[in-house]
Structure formats: C-alpha cells, structure tokens
C-alpha cells in the first residue's frame, strides 16, 4: 500500500506551503532590512558641528595599536547629506527601529580641543552610550548640559583630561548603570599645577542618592575627599566599585563587602580611609579585592577562604594584626597575591601558598613576615609554581629557587620574566 492520491498532494502542498512561507520570511526580512530608517538630518548635523569643534591630532592617539581618529568617516557622500547615512559612520550605532543614533563610542580616537556647553553632541539626545575616554580634552570641565543626554545608561570619560567639579546635572540622569570618570588626574610639570576632577559639592552621597540603579562605579582619582556614605551599601545591584586614590576619610561600611552582586572592590590608596573586613560567604562573588595602602586594621576572618572565586588580592601596606589565616590555601583561583608591607604574626607555612597553583604574581617585600623553615630551601613551592611570573621578596632575607636548578639571593623587587608587572589586576 502506498500513499493514497490526496494524501501525495497534500504533502506536496505541505512542501509548497513551506517553500512559500520561508520565501516569504526571507522577503520580509529583506524588506525590513531595506526599511532601516537612514539617521536623521538634525542628528547628522550635530555630528558633523562637533567634528568641526574638535581637532584631530596624532599626538594624542594615546595608544599605538588601537588608536583611530574615528571622526575621518564622518563626511557627506558627494556632499549631498541626504544621502549619507550617519549611522554606518565609524563609532556609532543607531537604533533598528527609529534610526536614532543611541551609542557614540569615540573610545582613544585622538581627539583634542575642549568640550562646554555649546558642543552640538548635547543635541544626541537619544544617546544611550557615550564613550569619550583616551582622549584630549584640555582640561574641560563636564558640561551642565550633560543632563540633555536624559537617556544614558553608560557614560565613559576615563582618561579623557577633563578636570574640575563634576556638576549636579550629571546627577540628573536616572538610568545611569555604567559612570567610569576615572583617571583624570594631571600634573602640569612646567607650571607644577595639579589638576583633577572633584566630587565635593555635589558629593558622593549626593552621587549615591541620586544614581540608585548603578552597577558600574569608578571614580578612580577623583577628589572626594569625604568619607564613604553608608548609602552605598543601598546600591544593590553594584557589580564593580573602583575608588583608588580618591581622599577618602572615615571608617569604610563593612556592609559594602557584603554587597551581593560586587564582583570588584577596589580601594587602594586612601590612606585616611579605616576599616574592617566583615566575615565573608562562600557565595561571595568577589574577584577582585584590593585594600591596600588604607588603614584597615584589625584581623583577617578565617571565612577569607570562602572567596572561592578571588583573583586578584592586595592586602600591601596594611595594618592587619595577628594571623595570615591557613583559610588562603582554599582561593584556588588567585592569581595576584599583594602582601607587601604586611607584619603578619606567626609563620605563614609555604605549604599553604604552595596550594595556590594559579599564582603568577606575589609580592611579599618589605614585609616582616616569617616563613616556616627559613633555609636555602625554604621555599620549595615557588620550584613546583611553573606559572609564577612575578614575585617579590626585597628584605625577607630568604634564598629562593626559581625554575629548579638555579639559586638566586633576591635582595630587590625584579621580574622573573621578562614582562612588565601589572600592580592593579
Ligand atoms: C566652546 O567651545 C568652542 C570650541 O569647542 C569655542 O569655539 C567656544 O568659544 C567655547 N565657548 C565658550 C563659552 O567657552
Ligand atoms: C541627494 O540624495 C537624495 C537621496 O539619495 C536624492 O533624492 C537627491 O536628489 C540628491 N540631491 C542632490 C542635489 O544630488
Ligand atoms: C588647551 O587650552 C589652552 C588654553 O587654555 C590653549 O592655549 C591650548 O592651545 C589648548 N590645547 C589644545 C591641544 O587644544
Ligand atoms: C537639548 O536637546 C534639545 C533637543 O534636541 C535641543 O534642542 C537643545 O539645543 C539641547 N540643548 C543643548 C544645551 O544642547
Ligand atoms: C571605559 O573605557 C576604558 C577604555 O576603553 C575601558 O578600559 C574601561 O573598562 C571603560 N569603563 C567601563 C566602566 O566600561
Ligand atoms: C611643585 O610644588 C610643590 C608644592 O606645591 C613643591 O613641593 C615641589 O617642589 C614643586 N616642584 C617643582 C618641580 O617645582
Ligand atoms: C538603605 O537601606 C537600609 C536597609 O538596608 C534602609 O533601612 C534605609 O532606609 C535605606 N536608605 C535609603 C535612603 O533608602
Ligand atoms: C544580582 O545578579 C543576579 C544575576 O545577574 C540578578 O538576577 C539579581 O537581580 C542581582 N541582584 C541585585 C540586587 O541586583
Ligand atoms: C589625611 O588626613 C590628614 C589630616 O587630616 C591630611 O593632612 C592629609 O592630607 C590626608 N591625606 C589624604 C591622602 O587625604
Ligand atoms: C565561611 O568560612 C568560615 C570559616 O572558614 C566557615 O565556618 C563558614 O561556614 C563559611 N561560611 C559559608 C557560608 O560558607
Ligand atoms: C589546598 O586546596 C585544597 C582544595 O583545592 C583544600 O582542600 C586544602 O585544604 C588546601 N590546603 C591548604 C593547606 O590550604
Ligand atoms: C613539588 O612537586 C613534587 C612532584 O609533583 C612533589 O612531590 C612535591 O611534594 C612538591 N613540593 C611541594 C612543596 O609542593
């Protein structure tokens, strides 16, 4: 028996249906692709204002291999600008549906010159994204007009030679999850003028009140000079929290450590800044964890070997008493170690660092710690560790054996490769 006459014809039909319906998917999306709106003339037009307000200079294409003047693309095709679609310019990126221009990354684009008030980017006013950062902005401070740009959800001025108080407009931006005003700290050598970005008023309460849905945080070197608001530990969804070298003062809210989301805390280099750590949990997602040169105190918890998932760790130059707990021996995944500066009490047992299979980088100079069995063959994990890259031992008095049979006095602070050592992970 086989397939009955209508049965074989309405398989075929079947066969037709799909062939047809998939032609017909295959138009519509050809047609939706053809129907991508072109970008918009007054938005164009504001791109191309600000290209003619802004230099280009190879001078400051600050980085040798990635540094592009995007703006070059930025042009009318044959000088008719109806027909130059914006959106296929270098750097930007324009929404499907409205083909309004919502993303402007000029990220080390070798731009120079200075942004205020009256630069036509504050016209892009669907942006989402903005990214300005290795850039020359002469000193520029952030412009009030910053608060026209009421959609962003990141913004990106690291690096960007911007200076001066950071204004309350830019606090009037609700769905800001992603502010990175970092590195933009300069010292003019021929006048020894320091120049900064501040966030004293507004502050950082101010800031923290404000932004609430922030996940992204770094204000690396900015002058807050106050101390840490316990609003803070209110962002809950924050992810990355990055205030090196910012002044800050007071006593750090243990609860920040706690936060559940925080991935990377980094706080180096406040020096007036105290503190405790707090017990923490195995479902912890700390990565990265630098504290050093601050005046935390007191002692390292037990529970510091539930932060499974540490990778980076510096401790340097901190005032930790008692213990370095024999819990280090569980961050399997730590690959940075920074004690250096540290007084531990007791001995810190080389079998417990020998566990630390993924180490590249160890600092232990200038520090008194005491390793058990201080000889010429003290450290017989540093043999069996093939990744170590970095390590650093200036005034430990020890003889170390790297890569088996060499017997090395390490008196100073030098790579073992030959590779620059990258202090911040
Ligand atoms: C703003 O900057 C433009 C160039 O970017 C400059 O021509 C203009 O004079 C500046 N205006 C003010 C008020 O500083
Ligand atoms: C400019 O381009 C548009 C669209 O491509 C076209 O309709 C128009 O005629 C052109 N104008 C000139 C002056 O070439
Ligand atoms: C930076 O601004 C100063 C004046 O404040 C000006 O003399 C200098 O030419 C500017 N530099 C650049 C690269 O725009
Ligand atoms: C803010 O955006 C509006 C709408 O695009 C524009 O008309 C206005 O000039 C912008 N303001 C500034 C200061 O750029
Ligand atoms: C800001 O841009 C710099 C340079 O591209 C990048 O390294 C940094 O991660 C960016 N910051 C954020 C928060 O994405
Ligand atoms: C710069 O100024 C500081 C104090 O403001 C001073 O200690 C330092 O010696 C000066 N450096 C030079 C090179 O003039
Ligand atoms: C911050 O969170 C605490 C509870 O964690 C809450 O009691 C307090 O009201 C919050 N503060 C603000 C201003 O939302
Ligand atoms: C933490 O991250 C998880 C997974 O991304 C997310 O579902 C949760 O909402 C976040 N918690 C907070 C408080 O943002
Ligand atoms: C620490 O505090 C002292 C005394 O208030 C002050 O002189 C010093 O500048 C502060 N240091 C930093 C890095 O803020
Ligand atoms: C954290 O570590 C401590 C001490 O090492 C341990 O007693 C505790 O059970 C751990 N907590 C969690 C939630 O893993
Ligand atoms: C070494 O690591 C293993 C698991 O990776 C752990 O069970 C053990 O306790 C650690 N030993 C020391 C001395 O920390
Ligand atoms: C070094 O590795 C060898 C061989 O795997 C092992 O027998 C020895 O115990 C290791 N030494 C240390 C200190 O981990």
């Known amino acids: 028996m086989g397939l009955s006459v209508p049965c074989f014809f309405s398989f075929v039909r079947f066969l037709f249906c799909l062939c047809f319906l998939h032609h017909l998917a295959v138009s519509l999306h050809f047609a939706s692709s053809m129907m991508q709106p072109l970008c918009h003339d007054d938005e164009r037009s504001a791109l191309l204002k600000f290209k003619q307000s802004i230099s280009v200079d190879d001078f400051y294409c600050y980085d040798p291999f990635s540094s592009y003047p995007k703006v070059e693309s930025w042009k009318l095709e044959g000088g008719n600008s109806s027909s130059s679609d914006c959106c296929s310019w270098d750097g930007i990126k324009c929404d499907e549906e409205t083909g309004h221009v919502i993303k402007l990354d000029l990220y080390s684009s070798c731009l120079s010159g200075s942004i ?54 830019l606090l009037d931006l609700p769905n800001l999850v992603s502010l990175d005003l970092s590195d933009n700290s300069f010292i003019e050598v021929l006048g020894n003028q320091t120049y900064y970005l501040e966030l004293r ?21 900015v002058h807050i000079s106050s101390p840490v608001p316990h609003m803070l530990a209110n962002l809950s969804s924050l992810t990355y929290l990055s205030l090196q070298e910012c002044g800050l003062q007071g006593e750090f809210p243990t609860k ?16 007036n800044l105290t503190g405790y750590l707090p017990e ?20 390292i918890p037990s529970s510091l070997g539930n932060l499974t998932k540490l990778v980076h760790l510096d401790f340097s130059f901190s005032s930790f008493l008692g213990e370095l707990p024999i819990s280090i021996g569980n961050l399997a995944s730590l690959k940075e170690l920074d004690l ?17 299979t993924q180490l590249d980088y160890l600092d232990l100079s200038q520090s008194h710690n005491k390793f058990s069995g201080q000889n010429s063959s003290s450290l017989p994990w540093i043999a069996n560790n093939t990744r170590l890259k970095f390590l650093y031992l200036s005034n430990l008095n020890l003889v170390a054996i790297i ?23």
């Open 116 to 169: 205020n008030s009256t630069s036509t980017l504050f016209h892009l006013v669907h942006l989402q994204w903005l990214s300005l950062s290795y850039n020359f902005f002469n000193l520029s401070e952030i412009p009030a007009t910053i608060n026209n740009l009421s959609r962003l959800s990141h913004l990106n001025l690291s690096s960007s030679y911007i200076s001066g108080q950071i204004p309350p407009q």
């Open 201 to 221: 008023v507004p502050s950082l309460q101010n800031l923290v009140e404000k932004l609430t849905n922030l996940k992204v945080l770094n204000l690396d070197l």
């Open 256 to 271: 920040i450590f706690r936060l559940p989301n925080l991935s990377v805390l980094q706080l180096t280099g406040n020096s």
């Open 280 to 299: 923490f949990e195995r479902s912890s997602p700390l990565t990265v964890l630098a504290i050093g040169s601050c005046g935390f105190s007191g002692t």
């Open 340 to 356: 250096q500066g540290c007084n531990f009490s007791g001995q810190i047992s080389s079998s417990i660092l020998g566990n630390l």
């Open 403 to 425: 890569s088996t049979p060499a017997v090395e006095p390490i008196n100073q602070k030098y790579p073992i490769r030959n590779e620059q050592p990258n202090p911040i992970g």
